[in-house]
T-cell receptor
Framework: AQSVTQPDIHITVSEGASLELRCNYS??????LFWYVQSPGQGLQLLLK??????LVQGIKGFEAEFKRSQSSFNLRKPSVHWSDAAEYFC??????????????FGTGTRLTIIP | DTAVSQTPKYLVTQMGNDKSIKCEQN?????MYWYKQDSKKFLKIMFS???????INETVPNRFSPKSPDKAHLNLHINSLELGDSAVYFC???????????????FGPGTRLTVL
């Protein structure tokens, strides 16, 4: 069964500092990998995704993530955070199949706090 | 021009009542999903429908009954509501590569259900 681990429940970063959110997955083959962001009281917005090809993927809002098969990781990074980045971040793994991804398995989320 | 919409946004009701949550997508996707987010923000798949056919039912109590009148709608009906049903329910949709899509799930804004 697929699973996702986000080891950091809560991270606090100063505005302008760099950010890395960790994600480790367990899956028997190459999975589909996603990062979603949930702002307070809001729905889930897709930041970026990895299906295949280039292991460094660029997303919206200046985020990027790197797929490392050897470490079963898909860490999210941003070189300089803004106060508006404060939110809950979810890593998710999907199981590709012929007729499309059937479900996403989510990590428990990392809450990001930005301090001035 | 909302992609995935849910109604209502908030739902407060008494234990034992029956309620429905509606979901509509205008993305032309053929796969729709319901996820439940608990008080600890953990997201878990409940159901998945592909072209109005149920393809995933993740051991959800049979008090929960999804209904898909057409590809663009997936409603969730809940009978005999219990305190433990209090959560945020998210609808999502996707289109598999076989159908010309990218297999990415797009989420609605969520429905916060509170059972008193």
């Amino acid at each position: 069964a697929q699973s996702v681990t986000q080891p950091d429940i809560h991270i606090t970063v100063s505005e302008g500092a760099s950010l890395e959110l960790r994600c480790n997955y367990s899956y028997g083959a190459t999975p589909y990998l996603f990062w979603y962001v949930q702002s307070p009281g809001q729905g889930l917005q897709l930041l970026l995704k990895y299906f295949s090809g280039d292991t460094l993927v660029q997303g919206i809002k200046g985020f990027e993530a790197e797929f490392k098969r050897s470490q079963s990781s898909f860490n999210l990074r941003k070189p300089s955070v803004h106060w508006s980045d404060a939110a809950e971040y979810f890593c998710a793994v999907g199981r590709p199949r012929v007729f499309g991804n059937e479900k996403l398995t989510f990590g428990t989320g990392t809450r990001l706090t930005i301090i001035p | 021009d909302t992609a995935v919409s849910q109604t209502p946004k908030y739902l407060v009701t008494q234990m034992g009542n029956d309620k429905s949550i509606k979901c509509e997508q205008n993305l032309g996707h053929d796969t729709m999903y319901w996820y439940k987010q608990d008080s600890k923000k953990f997201l878990k798949i409940m159901f998945s429908y592909n072209n109005k056919e149920l393809i995933i039912n993740e051991t959800v109590p049979n008090r929960f009954s999804p209904k898909s009148p057409d590809k663009a709608h997936l409603n969730l009906h809940i009978n005999s509501l219990e305190l433990g049903d209090s959560a945020v329910y998210f609808c999502a949709s996707s289109l598999p590569p076989l159908a010309g899509g990218t297999d990415t799930q797009y989420f609605g804004p969520g429905t916060r259900l509170t059972v008193l």
